[in-house]
């Protein structure tokens, strides 16, 4: 173990926090930074070193993964006049888990690749409590030959590492996913609403959809109507899971990409327009399962 | 065996006939009608007794099943010129299987309890298959004492006999599932073609689909992109499997119980509207999984 | 004026109320009822002689008018118990004011024909305000020959009076137009708010909408931006105009006609349900044209 | 006239050539540029001096209007290896009149800015003939102080140049207009083809919508239901006009800017996928009116 490398770990968020410890518990050496010296200092606090900066990270680590909020903080990270690009070594491989528009994961792969370093882009499935068990599902697009290692570093983090081709494709399989999701999250919503409206009890509407072909993850594993299952955001006033804003900002992401590729995606369209209308009414820190009481109030004249 | 008094059966369509010829099979003497004289001769020529009116089957059977394409036939065959309930006898359990508004059955409900008989509705899920195989799953709704005398009939035709509640409620769930799969088989589509066009096999896309939580059964059991999945429409041109203008119909029947109960269903209003445009477009007789097909036309110049 | 005959109206709502005033102002003498017996007395205070009954009414008056809320009233006061078709007169005009499915429409058409007498649909443009001054817009359906004799009626509440074809297309044409209207209003808010959040000027945005091909009765007429205009809901925070819930109840009528007759009207449909959304968020009774203020709510974390 | 000094021209193709040659027309001496040979020989057989790039037309203009078809080229047209920026004189006016994302526009003036220039968005409202005729519609963004100057060479191609506001306001006016116009097209379309199966002259229904709250540009000036209007596309089987492709591209710019901006477009955003849908289906170059063909098209089992 006092043979590993020193792994190089850029955004110390909420997920990148657990994701960079858990690296530290596998024997890795993590140098990491974050843009907030709080975020920093508790790192610090628990053995880790902190750098100044993306190229001070980038110095000391041929192997880095970033960890961040949207797809400019990225571009940043990268290229900015601080970024890992600056001091990068030949050969590094920088390994991206934020979920951005794939296109820019493209960028990005082009001007690693002028350095002569490599990236691959590696987007997350699972929450903050997958982060800190090391169960995420990491989806990882970029040159096959060096899936190998990047596995080697994703696995201290996650249960699944899926290689999905070239770089760009972690990202899409990602935003393909979350699309899906939002959709049949709401279908569930509103065919579980529509059902108590016409009489029927909730859970036994949930048991009819799970035997038959309605039946979706969103309706089995996390049914958003309160009552029906245990231990999901609806059973806890949609405190904690998936942010309304997060899965607003998959769906615009999901949208971009749509309207770049020509792709019509009518129902994913009005996904994003129902979450971002969420937003706006209060529901952007619920989990997004809450779409269930968006759209189940009652009209009072 | 020779001791059961006889069924009637209103109604001898695609899935009408064989679920008939179940109940014949398991010992139930049949005496049946159907407005087309082509359905009629076929059912005869098997052996079974055919009546010239739904009256006269009233007349010979105080227990009848009637499979009818559209509310206002169920309308006609219950209370027409020559309907059941002109000669209904007292204490007769009609169990309607067809997927009407469920308002209607309810008015149904109501005119044939008038006569002193016991009306359930009883739609089925599962196509002409499942109808000929006899397991068919069955959501009933009505009286719950009379709940036991209508499963005994229905499990020679279907696996699955499921009590709902009140009389509407068997048409509400069935109702509620298929939005559901309308939804989410739409947005299956969407995903799987966005995910292509961003460069994923589709196999691979629908694998990771299928262990994350964009999971459906339009996803890992019905997949809507060829050569994904054997032994589906998909797979055979999108022939067979339940056709675009059935799934257009009982959207149909969703946005009307939606538009009476005040129900928001943006989702569900919005692939109504593209089963609808499909159905202009050539697609009426095409599995409702062809939405793929849809979509995915790329744009010429 | 003494020589004419009475005119019945049934029907003293916030809209049938004012009509029938101007009918009495133009000499004509009114038999009236209400199901309200507070609105039967206000409007006997002025004047005017109330029945008991439709069916009173029917016997009094051989023209009567109906402006009823909903297609379930109208069935009742033209079929029910006591209602018109129970007394009515061979060869009397019954002219139905209410908005209401046009398959209600021709269904009471065919019960009024039975009778010997005849059925014109005939529903308004303009709100209260419009009731009060007499300058009405009536959409008039019906046999071709009757319409003059509608006509002398309807101008002395209405300053248009317009034949639309057979029984029906009144409707028809009231349905068609305000869902027409209900789609440039939101599109009307939604491009204002987004040029508004684009930085534009909304006074400048709404001048170049207006000489341009976004041009719209929304836009030039019923601006929904705060500040635009003077003399509009807009500018007295959404009060008085034309309800949401209203709004919503004829798009639920546009969905129904088009479900039926298979019509792909998809903004219309996602109208539909962003009217009914705002019901649920509070906005039931404020002027249609908040939907400016619903999509604008800020998002804050 | 003599004393004009020469004007840059970038981008020769269906709008540019004819505003270029109404600049030349005005007396203004043009250097132009396109990447296509065949529209530079086409623009200097008619006597106008052909650049070899975009920077060698700054070098000799300090007056440059470029009209490209996307922000691609915009960007590669000013800061790609020949463009305008490599030659540009300080205090030059750039103006482009493409239609591209607000932000790209405002990126572009950034840079421009830092070499001494002025930059300004002026896109285009009206098609080939408005700009033969030379009576555009330009909407311009950009440094208040400059306006006239722009003014002085946009008003040898259009009627109206209208001052929206800082960089990227001309866009956002742009792009508000087009968005609604789609909205209010595809909601004419809806409304003419609903009332048309109900039962009503569409000559009669027109007229009606004109005279209501439903009247819109669609409705009263480009009605797309043939035979309502002379001189429209749809009096031309929906030839010439404004093409669904460009229609799309100008939604998809409309999205982009409201996902950016957190603004829900629901109207639009379905707007956006029907007219992207139809590009599928074969409709790319007929006019966008022909929305009202797409939808009409009957269901045949």
């Known amino acids: ?90 050969g590094s491989l920088l390994i991206d888990s934020s979920t951005i528009d794939p296109t820019v994961s493209k960028e990005l792969a082009k001007a690693v690749e002028k350095m002569g370093a490599v990236f691959m882009d590696a987007p997350v499935s699972g929450g903050v409590g997958a982060a800190r068990a090391g169960n995420l599902t990491f989806m990882v697009g970029g040159v096959e030959q060096e899936f190998d290692a990047a596995k080697e570093l994703l696995t201290c983090m996650g249960s699944n590492v899926i290689y999905c081709g070239e770089v760009g494709t972690g990202q899409a399989a990602k935003i393909c996913n979350n699309m899906l999701l939002a ?5 569930t919503a509103e065919a579980m609403n529509l059902g108590i409206r016409l009489g029927l009890d909730p859970k036994l509407l949930a048991k009819i959809l799970n035997m038959s072909s309605g039946r979706c993850w969103s309706s089995d594993t996390y049914n958003p109507v309160p009552g029906v299952m245990e231990g999901v955001p609806s059973a806890n006033n949609f405190q904690g899971g998936f942010g309304t804003t997060l899965m607003a900002k998959d769906l615009g992401l999901a949208q971009i990409t749509a309207t770049n590729t020509k792709t019509p995606v009518p129902l994913g369209s009005l996904a994003h327009q129902i979450y971002r209308m969420m937003c706006a009414k209060g529901y952007a820190l619920k989990d997004f399962s809450a779409v269930f009481q968006f759209l189940r109030e009652e009209e009072n004249l």
Do not use: W
């Open 1 to 90: 173990m006092a043979s590993k490398t020193p792994v190089g770990f850029i955004g110390l968020g909420n997920m990148g926090n657990p994701m960079a410890k858990n690296l530290v518990k596998h024997g890795y050496p993590v140098v990491a930074f974050d843009i907030f010296p709080e975020a920093c200092k508790e790192f610090q606090d628990s053995g880790a070193q902190v750098m100044d900066s993306p190229a001070d990270v980038a110095e000391r680590a041929d192997r880095i993964i970033t960890m961040l909020p949207s797809s400019p903080n990225a571009v940043e990270v990268y290229t900015g006049a601080n970024g890992i690009l600056k001091k990068v070594k030949k």
């Open 183 to 187: 959709i049949s999250m709401i279908g």
